[in-house]
T-cell receptor, first 115, second 113 residues
Framework: EPEVTQTPSHQVTQMGQEVILRCVPI?????FYWYRQILGQKVEFLVS????????KSEIFDDQFSVERPDGSNFTLKIRSTKLEDSAMYFC?????????????FGPGTRLTVT | GENVEQHPSTLSVQEGDSAVIKCTYS??????FPWYKQELGKGPQLIID?????GEKKDQRIAVTLNKTAKHFSLHITETQPEDSAVYFC????????????FGTGTRLLVSP
C-alpha cells in the first residue's frame, strides 16, 4: 500500500540554525500539506501546497517557514532560523483530488528538537 | 473559523466493550469529517470518514455518526481489542478551500485485556 515517507525521523538542531524536513508524498497525489504537533497537544495545520504554490497557510507559517517541491517526488519544509518553540513533531500529508481532496494521508513524522 | 471540540480526553474500557468518542464543530459549512488513530511515535492514520450527505458509515467494528443539525459527530468502536489502544483525533475542514483540517484535542483510548 502506498504511503507517505519522511526523513529524518529525528532532527536535533541548535537555536538559530536552518533545518530542512523532507517528505515523499504518495506518488499520484497532487495536494501536499505540513502539520505540526507539539508534544501532548493536537495536530495543527501549517500549510497546503498545490500546483507548485501555497494554497493555504496558517498564522504559524510565518516568514521563517518555506515549502518547496524541488523535483517530482520530494516536498520539503524549511525553517530558516529555528526557535526553541519550533520543537515539535512535523507531519507531511498528501491527498488525491480524484478521491476527494479531503482524504489526507499522513507520514510518520519528523521529531524536531531545538536546543 | 472552524473550532472542533472533542471528549472525553481519556477513555478506559475493558476488552470487548464498546467505546464512543464525540466531537462538535462550529462551521455549518463543513461537509467532511475524518477520524484519525495515532499510535505512539507514529503519524495519524485515517481510519474512517463521513461526508455530510449521510448520517452513518460503518467499517467492520468502527462506525461514525453525524448529526448536522446539532453539529456533532461520533466515533463508535465495538468489541474493542487491546490493539485499539491509541489516541484518536476527529477533524473537520475549514470552509476556505476545504484543505485545512482542524483537529480536535484527541482522546486517549486504553483497552485493558
Amino acid at each position: 500500500e502506498p504511503e507517505v515517507t519522511q526523513t529524518p525521523s529525528h532532527q536535533v538542531t541548535q537555536m538559530g540554525q536552518e533545518v530542512i524536513l523532507r517528505c515523499v508524498p504518495i506518488s499520484n497525489h497532487l495536494y501536499f500539506y505540513w502539520y505540526r504537533q507539539i508534544l501532548g497537544q493536537k495536530v495543527e495545520f501549517l500549510v497546503s501546497f498545490y500546483n507548485n504554490e501555497i494554497s493555504e497557510k496558517s498564522e504559524i507559517f510565518d516568514d521563517q517557514f518555506s515549502v518547496e517541491r524541488p523535483d517530482g517526488s520530494n516536498f520539503t519544509l524549511k525553517i530558516r532560523s529555528t526557535k526553541l518553540e519550533d520543537s515539535a513533531m512535523y507531519f507531511c500529508a498528501s491527498s488525491d483530488p480524484g478521491q476527494g481532496a479531503h482524504e489526507q494521508y499522513f507520514g510518520p513524522g519528523t521529531r524536531l528538537t531545538v536546543t | 473559523g472552524e473550532n472542533v471540540e472533542q471528549h472525553p480526553s481519556t477513555l478506559s474500557v475493558q476488552e470487548g466493550d464498546s467505546a464512543v468518542i464525540k466531537c462538535t464543530y462550529s462551521d455549518s459549512a463543513s461537509n467532511y469529517f475524518p477520524w484519525y488513530k495515532q499510535e505512539l511515535g507514529k503519524g495519524p492514520q485515517l481510519i474512517i470518514d463521513i461526508r455530510s450527505n449521510v448520517g452513518e458509515k460503518k467499517d467492520q467494528r468502527i462506525a461514525v455518526t453525524l448529526n448536522k443539525t446539532a453539529k456533532h459527530f461520533s466515533l463508535h468502536i465495538t468489541e474493542t481489542q487491546p490493539e485499539d489502544s491509541a489516541v484518536y483525533f476527529c477533524a473537520a475542514p475549514m470552509n476556505t478551500g476545504f484543505q485545512k483540517l482542524v483537529f480536535g484535542t484527541g482522546t486517549r483510548l486504553l483497552v485493558s485485556p
